[in-house]
Structure formats: C-alpha cells, structure tokens
C-alpha cells in the first residue's frame, strides 16, 4: 500500500521518530537543573565589621548560591555576614534575578549572622547621611562590588547546569552546641540571658531550655552522584569576637570541612536561632571555636549519613510567598527618632537605634512588606523567614506538617531585628528590648499565620 508516494512502511517509521523525539522532549522539559555560584565575600582592610573596623582576614568569607531550575528559576543565597537588610535585600536580588532571568521573588538572601562579619543596610545608612551623622558602619560600595560579583557568578554558573534526578533528605542531632540563651527566674521573668560566650558558671550551669537540636540535610543527585548540598541549624553563630579579623565562625568551619570532605558544594542556612547560643557549653575560649565546629561538623556528617533520596523532576518543585507588614515595636516614634538624630550631643549607640528605628517606621509607612517564602521540593519544604527569630517558630513549622520534611532558614531580611514570641516580650530579657526588636508581641500571630497558609496549601503540587 503506497499513501501520496511513500510506502506504509515508511510513514510508520516516520511517526515512531516523532513519537520519539516528542517523548523525549517532554522528559527533558521536566528534568529538574540545578548551578551553584560562590563569591569571596571578605572585606577589604580598614572596612567596618560589625563591630570594629577590618584588622585582617583570618578566614575568608563567603556568598553561596544555588539555582534551581525547573518550570520556574529559583535562587537560593546565604552569605557569611551579620545580615542583609531592606533596600540591600533588594538590590541583591533584583541583581541576582536579572542575571539569571527570574523573578526577584523568586531569590532569597540570607545570612548566617557571624559577628566578625559585614553588616549590609544601605537603608540605614541613608539615614545617617540625611541627618549629616559621618557613621560607617556599612560599606556601600564593598557591598555593591559583592552584588555585583554575585550576580555575574550566578549568571556564568548557568552556562554549568545539572540535571537532578533524585533529592535527599536527612537529619541528625547536633551535641553539646546550642543553649536557650533566656533563664527564667520563678517570677517568669528573664533572670539570666546565657550570651554565646559564657564566662559566669553558674549561669552556664542552668538547664539547656528549648532548643532544635536537630541539623538537616537536603541533597541534590544526579543519579549515585552528589551534586549540592544545603544544611540547616539554628544557634547563635559566634564562639568569640571583636577581634578585627574577618572569619565565618564556627559553622562556616563546619561548612568548610564538610565541602572539602565530600568534594560537594554545600551551603548552610541558619535555623531560627535568635534565642539560641552556644552558651553552655561555652566560656569564649578562643579553642572552644575548633571543639564547637568539629561538634556542628560530626552533625552535619551523620544527616549527610542518614540520607534518604526520592526521585524528582521540574514539576515537583514551587515556590509560594506570603507579604506580611509585621507589627511595630511600640517604642517606635517618629518624633522621638529624629530628635535623637539630630542632637548631635548623642553617643553612636543611640543614633543608630534611632536609624534603624526610623527605617523601619517608614517602611511600614509606605506599606513596603517582607516576604516570607516556601519552596516546595517533593515531600520537602523549606521556610525562609526574616529577623533573628525565636526557635519556637521553627518548632511551630514543623508541628504544623509532621507529614513532611521542614527545614527552615532565618536572618533573611534583617530589619526586623529580633523576632520573640507573644510571650516573650512580657518576660523581659535582652532579645525583646528596644535596642533589639523592633517588631512588637503580635507580630507572632502574623508570622505563624503566614506560615501555616504556605505548609498547608498543597494546591500547587
């Protein structure tokens, strides 16, 4: 039989070659990709630290990225900083979204909150110019050079996409590291805030409180081979400072060892760990920083150990936002700030509470939001929240889905400062201060709310 002069024979072959090339198409469309991008994120010397000028680099610092890309690009960021603030959070990741041709949305900025370390907030340091207040406390041009560098390493890592085939999850706990940093007195009220360096016995002697000590792991394969790796664990980052030498602490040096163990690149995110410290089990002797990252490090090597990997494929993975305006702390008052700004007579401590105060007054004024972010991967959900939260939400997140892996990242957008529980803000103690929170008691409602519509909405998967 002959149809417009080609034999059936040949018509069938053509249509199994279309078949074909369309099936394969379509898998490629839904193969999951993944590029990871690094940068040295290490000031230059005489640039400000957090708290003292840069003396010296003791180990270098760094900006860490993953792109997961399936129908959707996403961008993963953590950098070895104190934190990433308004206006800077969003230059980083309209840069970063441009460069790699997504939504800013779509990218998250975090920061591991070391205090050897940057801060980054050109909002407040806009406001120390408008009130001519000569304070360097952010450079902004070192922080423009590192966005810059950021996003042109992102973009260059498109051109080294993987494919994804499998996703691993697995966690461990971590000993003798994190601490509740606030000791309640019988009154109910803060009687001792356990700093991470502890030198007082007797404080370093109370009960280890409410923490997570549990790290997790979240792996990306390509069949047998490891291609990535993000871990997650929240405390209080610092074993000692104020030495003017710029370093990522002990779980940079837990990250550090792991990534040159395993040959894999490997990002670590900060739990909500604004409550937590290594306190107990901590005096600030310089040593204690090698016998903390070794502890956080063995960590990190069992979750690694005890990974369970699930296939994956481009439609398994989503990202969903919520936009909260978080409540302000009721200390906050414009005029009360911009008197303080403008008495010259005042010491830098004040002006810069005041700065920050302001900032953030008008950014809830012009009803600018944070957002608050969940990628889905499959059966795992990764929570990406703001401020130095209180461990008691990371706790709260996974409670609401005890069906799914949660890990959860904190100290993405820094403005906030210290984020406590309804409860807390009653208590007293050194967190839910004025210098150090400027959200109020409500904002917990606001928070567990956005996250509890971001676990529990599985209309997308």
């Not at 309209?94 to 790699?100: F, S």
């Not at 000590?213 to 664990?233: E, G, L, Q, V």
């Not at 900060?270 to 005096?283: E, F, H, S, T, V």
């Not at 996974?398 to 957008?413: E, I, M, T």
């Amino acid at each position: 039989m002959r149809l417009a002069g080609y034999s059936s024979s040949f018509l069938i072959l053509l249509l199994s070659i279309g078949i074909a090339s369309s099936y394969s198409s379509t898998l490629q469309a839904d193969a999951l990709k993944i590029a990871t991008f690094e940068v040295d994120a290490s000031p230059p010397i005489g640039s400000p630290l957090a708290y003292d000028p840069t003396k010296g680099i003791q180990e270098p610092l760094s900006f860490r990225g993953i792109i997961i890309q399936g129908h959707d690009t996403y961008v993963l960021c953590c950098v070895d900083w104190l934190g990433v603030s308004s206006d800077s959070q969003k230059g980083f990741k309209r840069a970063i979204a441009e460069a790699v041709d997504t939504d800013p949305k779509h990218v998250v900025i975090h920061a591991i909150h070391q205090h050897d370390a940057p801060r980054c907030d050109a909002t407040t340091q806009r406001v120390f110019a408008e009130f001519d207040l000569d304070y360097d406390m952010y450079d902004l041009k070192f922080i423009a050079d590192v966005q810059e560098k950021a996003a042109a390493a992102a973009k260059q890592s498109l051109k080294s996409l993987e494919t994804v085939t499998h996703i691993g999850t697995g966690e461990a706990e971590i000993e003798k590291v994190a601490s509740n940093r606030r000791i309640l007195g019988p009154d109910g009220k803060v009687k001792y805030v356990r700093y991470t360096a502890t030198k007082d016995p007797v404080v370093r002697a109370q009960p280890t409180g409410t923490i997570d000590p549990m790290c997790k792991s979240i792996s990306f394969w390509n069949a047998d081979r490891p291609i990535a790796m993000m871990t997650y664990y929240a405390t209080h980052p610092q074993s000692y400072y104020r030495t003017g030498l710029a370093n990522p602490d002990f779980p940079g040096m837990a990250r550090n060892a792991r990534e040159e163990e395993t040959k894999t690149f490997h990002i670590h995110f900060n739990g909500a760990g604004g409550n937590i410290g290594a306190g107990k089990w901590n005096d600030g002797a310089k040593e204690n920083r090698a016998v903390l990252a070794k502890r956080v490090e063995d960590g990190m090597q069992r979750a690694w150990e005890a990974t369970q990997k699930q296939s994956i494929k481009a439609g398994d993975v989503t990202m969903k936002s919520v936009d909260v305006l978080l409540p302000l702390s009721p200390f906050i008052q414009k005029e009360d700030a911009v008197a303080e700004l403008k008495n010259k007579k005042l010491d830098r401590l004040t002006h810069f509470r005041a700065a920050r105060e302001l900032a953030w007054l008008r950014r809830h004024e012009a009803g600018d939001a944070i957002s608050i972010e969940c990628l889905t991967i499959g059966d795992v959900r990764i929570l990406h929240l703001p401020g130095e939260l209180f461990v008691e939400y990371q706790l709260a997140a996974q409670k609401l889905r005890p069906d799914l892996f949660v890990a959860l990242a904190a100290y993405g957008d820094y403005a906030p400062g210290y984020i406590g529980t309804e409860k807390s803000y009653s208590e007293g103690g050194y967190e839910t201060s004025r210098p150090a929170s400027r959200v109020s008691a409500r904002t917990e409602q606001v928070l567990i709310g956005a996250m509890a519509k971001l676990l529990q909405d599985d209309s997308a998967n």
